[in-house]
């Protein structure tokens, strides 16, 4: 059951396609949402190579103006006035709240009293980087203790989610909350599982028929050998879901698809939401 959520927010679209994630979920839930900015120290910090300036007198000395921060707050105190209008104007409660330090540590952080993180892929210096998962998304799936949301820019009602699922711990938990969120969102599931012993595979897909029989879940069911990233993105391009979820920690070649560079390759060829659940 999501009780609570946590937005990170800030100027970009993908912030703003996490917060219409997170509004279908609170008012589907009946849940809290939270508004969190982040006032990036790292921003305020003198860059390190400016002690030289003395040494090499062609680099020149910058000074950090000392009203930056009461800069950096106003902006947060525009993003977060945006945040509580849209909450309001969907006759919701809205909390917001400014926190100073890395961004994806206080998000982890703050993150431990809520049920859910619900965040961008990219931030607002996305058009800046190559990578399609900004590092602090990628940061906070490693350090989150909660479940986090990655949005992607267009947001769109969920009605179908494909379900990485591997038997791990983290895959059992991302199972149940993609099952509760189905029949919370009258979804349906396509469970996917590939392992190279085909026994066992079979093992894996009645562990999660068995668990999701006695819901009133919509479910298909699809087990595949070889590799994992490749038959994923193959059906997700065939049969493309509105979620994708799974564990952040597994023991299978499906880890690879979340956290290893397997990961950056799926996201790259099926841009899709995805949950991961620790």
Do not use: C
Not at 82 to 96: D, S
Not at 243 to 250: D, E, K, N, P, T
Request: aromatic residues 6%.
């Amino acid at each position: 059951m999501i009780k609570s959520l946590l937005v990170p927010v800030d100027s970009s679209k993908y912030a703003r396609s996490a917060l219409e994630h997170a509004l279908d979920l609170a008012q589907t839930y009946e849940a809290r949402i939270t508004g969190l900015y982040v006032l990036d120290i790292r921003f305020l910090e003198m860059p390190p190579y400016l002690e030289l300036s003395d040494t090499f007198e062609h680099i020149p000395s910058t000074i950090v103006p000392l009203d930056m921060l009461e800069r950096y707050r106003e902006k947060s105190e525009r993003v977060l006035d945006r945040f509580r209008e849209r909450l309001e104007k969907a006759g919701l409660f809205a909390e917001g709240i400014t926190e100073e330090g890395v961004p994806s540590q206080v998000i982890a952080d703050v993150g431990k009293s809520h049920d859910l993180i619900v965040m961008g892929k990219r931030g607002e210096h996305a058009k800046w980087g190559r990578d399609l998962l900004g590092s602090t998304a990628e940061s906070v799936v490693r350090r989150s203790g909660t479940p986090v949301l990655l949005a992607e820019t267009a947001p769109h009602r969920i009605e179908t989610m494909f379900v990485m699922f591997d038997g791990s711990v983290p895959a059992t938990r991302a199972l149940k909350l993609a099952a509760d969120l189905a029949v919370h969102l009258s979804a349906k599931l396509k469970v996917f599982t590939a392992d190279d012993d085909p026994e066992r595979g079979e093992n894996i897909r009645r562990e999660a028929s068995s668990y999701l029989r006695g819901l009133e879940v919509r479910a298909t069911y699809e087990l595949q050998t070889g590799s994992a990233s490749k038959a994923a993105i193959a059906l997700l391009q065939e049969h493309p879901a509105d979620l994708v979820v799974a564990g952040m920690r597994g023991h299978s070649a499906l880890h690879d698809l979340i956290l290893g560079s397997t990961a950056e390759h799926v996201m790259r060829s099926v841009p899709l939401p995805v949950l991961l659940v620790p």
